[in-house]
């Protein structure tokens, strides 16, 4: 079993074990103010973040688990997994919005997001519907993690640009 670094985060500094997870630390929209244009920054409540940081660290181990005991054996990349939750709370519904190219790495990915459990505990209500992305990076080092941060930040922002309903998903990560 070879070491990766799995996080859907990006948060601390990284050592060659899972992280923990950020999820969606801060949203940042242009808007217009007067005749002047702003940017305007919401940032989650102390109860969302501290919900956010329980999930991320369900799905840190729960991706150590897909490698121990489900015997996945991902490969370097990044994953978004897309859900909507079932009536006791549980992700469901579930499709690899991006591959990784690696079927283990995908495979893995949805492994650990089948198993989360904290949304029943948000500190808010969830439409009926709603769809969630868990953004996960697989990295067997730091400056492939850092890479493909930069890789995920940007394809993030594309995914937000195009408006619609992208901007209803729930993202899970960066």
């Known amino acids: ?21 950020a999820l969606g630390a801060a949203a940042v929209t242009p ?21 956010r940081a329980d999930v991320g660290r369900d799905l840190g181990r729960n991706l150590v ?5 489900a ?11 897309r859900f909507t939750l079932d009536a006791d ?7 690899t919005y991006r591959s990784s190219g690696s079927v283990a ?12 459990s904290q949304f029943d505990e948000a500190p808010t209500q969830f439409a009926a519907g709603q769809v969630f ?6 990295a067997e080092n730091t400056a492939q993690h850092d890479k493909l941060e930069q890789k995920l930040a940007y394809l993030e922002r594309t995914r937000l640009a195009r408006g619609g309903g992208e901007r209803g998903v729930i993202a899970l990560g960066r």
């Open 89 to 95: 709370g549980r992700p469901s519904d579930m499709t």
């Open 71 to 81: 015997k996945h054996n991902p490969d370097s990349g990044i994953v978004q997994v």
């Open 105 to 116: 790495t995908d495979r893995a990915a949805r492994w650990a997001v089948r198993r989360l």
């Open 31 to 51: 808007a217009i103010a007067g005749s002047a244009q702003e940017d305007i920054v919401v940032s989650p409540s102390g109860a969302m973040q501290e919900w």
């Open 65 to 69: 688990l897909a490698e121990r005991w």
């Open 133 to 138: 992305q868990a953004n996960i990076i697989f």
């Open 1 to 21: 079993m070879k070491t990766l670094i799995k996080t859907p985060a990006v948060l601390a500094p990284i050592a060659l074990a899972p992280l923990t997870l």
